[in-house]
Nanobody, 115 residues
Framework: VQLVESGGGLVQPGGSLRLSCVASGFTIKNYPMNWYRQAPGKERELVATITRSGGGTNFADSVKDRFTTSRDNAKNTVYLQMNSLKPEDTAVYYC?????????WGQGTQVTVSA
């Protein structure tokens, strides 16, 4: 099982980024998928969850109405669209799945929001 995130970078406040998480070793269509983030000195927090079909999503209050998540099961890929970014969104963003009793994390992608 492998999760590989990409799409992070440096962006100005108010800007947008789209993160991707490509999965291998399993088929994502059978599982809900999750995005977490961890800011310096803070605990890792759940940002977004998307159901197996993609028909349902949940977001942390801090990103609601600014972030969306989607999935392309044919590409085994999950996306996190981040709009109206704020400095407090600066963090390493991780893709996560709980699979067969184990926790799997990607390596993370750094998002820095700064003028």
């Amino acid at each position: 099982v492998q999760l590989v995130e990409s799409g992070g970078g440096l962006v100005q406040p108010g800007g947008s980024l789209r993160l991707s998480c490509v999965a291998s070793g399993f088929t994502i269509k059978n599982y809900p998928m999750n995005w977490y983030r961890q800011a310096p000195g803070k605990e890792r927090e759940l940002v977004a969850t998307i159901t197996r079909s993609g028909g349902g999503t949940n977001f942390a209050d801090s990103v609601k109405d600014r972030f969306t998540t989607s999935r392309d099961n044919a590409k085994n890929t999950v996306y996190l669209q981040m709009n109206s970014l704020k400095p407090e969104d600066t963090a390493v963003y991780y893709c996560y799945i709980h699979l067969s009793g184990l926790n799997y994390w990607g390596q993370g992608t750094q998002v820095t929001v700064s003028a």
